[in-house]
């Protein structure tokens, strides 16, 4: 049995079209000799009746600080009306589909409500459905914990993490990643008009990504199924695009996909994330504790830090602008010196192919430089570079950086 996960999102099942389209899928795999698992989100984005936003702001309408397992209770009540409905429309073009919740399906997790991992994935009920020609339409998002089958939810991206797991766990062909849009792009095409299709990326390329910024997929779900090596797809569900193949292999038996070669270019892609400050710590260069006293400061208040330069005698880092307070009070609290530089953004050029290639720095200083945009900072890693701006700037800067890496 040649096992194929296809995970839908919101917009591929907000609507009876859509769902239309999203069976076309369903029947091309079949008939491409694959037995499909679905996973998909709940229907449509904020503002739609089902949507999970719009359950959430529902249950705090009643109690604005609910406890956190009656919030992950209604979370879960999106996917699960979504997997029925589109149960329901595969049974009604002749398809014979059964939907499940993330803990009938087997997935069970750890008891952190809201950001749950999961544990273990118990196969059986799946491979059963399988082997009796029964489709499953499984709620993405969710699963259940070990003990009291209490409902968790994954976190953001939890649907894609789902889809990933249930592949690594059925030893999947492939997973196919379908959305709006015909794969993932070079940069944001809202702010560069010239971005492109990538026809293949790596499984570490699109982790940077996205840990920088690009909403493509999430990076979790990217780790679980480059642990076992299963190629991922990205790819619309209202069109034949072929998508973006993430993997490391040259070749996959998914899709007929043959010889691809990864990383033909020093860049894949140019990330970029908004709503940020930049922080300048001055740090006590006779005392070497100084450093780690800082950061511990700030683990211990739950602020998260990016973009991180040490040295002796200052630190650099940055904060999405709703920590700003927080960030300034426990600086203040603890006796840092700091100055703060707000509304800034952070740009990023993302290569696996970029390791130990000369040059690669001064293109994109020099690209930047040529739009006279100053840097406010640098970051980087064998695969990364990024430089922190004023937010004014990105659109130039992420265009700019486009070009000189000629994506």
Known sequence: MKIIVQKFGGTSVA????????????QDAIRNG?????????????????????????????????????????????????????????????????????GQAGIITDSQFGTARIKNINVGNLHYLLESGIIP??????GVTENNSKFTTLGRGGSDT??????????????????????????DPRLVKEANILEKISYA?????????????HPRAVEIAMNRNIPLIVKSTFSDAPGTLITNERSCSANGCTEIAINEYSASGIANSSNLAQFRIVLDPEDPAAGRMLFE???AAGISV??????????????????IKHTCQVLEDTGFKYQLNEGCAKVSVVGSAMRGVPGVMATFVAALAGKKIGILQTVDSDTTISAIIKEEHLVDAVTALHKAFKL
């Open 15 to 26: 609507d009876e079209k859509s769902r239309v389209a999203v069976k076309d899928k369903v």
């Open 137 to 142: 339409v499984v709620c993405g998002f969710q």
């Open 297 to 299: 400061d700030l683990a």
């Open 162 to 187: 789902t889809a990933a797991a249930l592949g690594s766990a059925l030893h999947a062909e492939c997973v196919e990643i379908y959305t709006d849009v015909d794969g993932i792009m070079t940069a």
């Open 34 to 102: 694959f037995s499909p698992v679905v996973v998909v989100s709940a229907m449509g984005r904020k503002g739609a009746p089902y949507a999970t936003d719009t359950l959430i702001d529902v249950l705090k309408e009643a109690n604005a600080s609910v406890n956190v397992r009656e919030m992950d209770v209604i979370m879960c009540c999106g996917e699960i009306i979504s997997s029925c409905i589109l149960a329901a429309t595969l049974q009604k073009y002749g398809i014979n589909a059964m939907a499940l919740t993330g």
């Open 205 to 217: 390329e699109v982790c940077e990504m996205a840990h920088n910024g690009a909403k493509v997929i």
């Open 306 to 323: 990016g973009c991180l330069n040490l040295s002796e005698k200052d630190a650099m880092f940055a904060v999405f602008s709703p920590d």
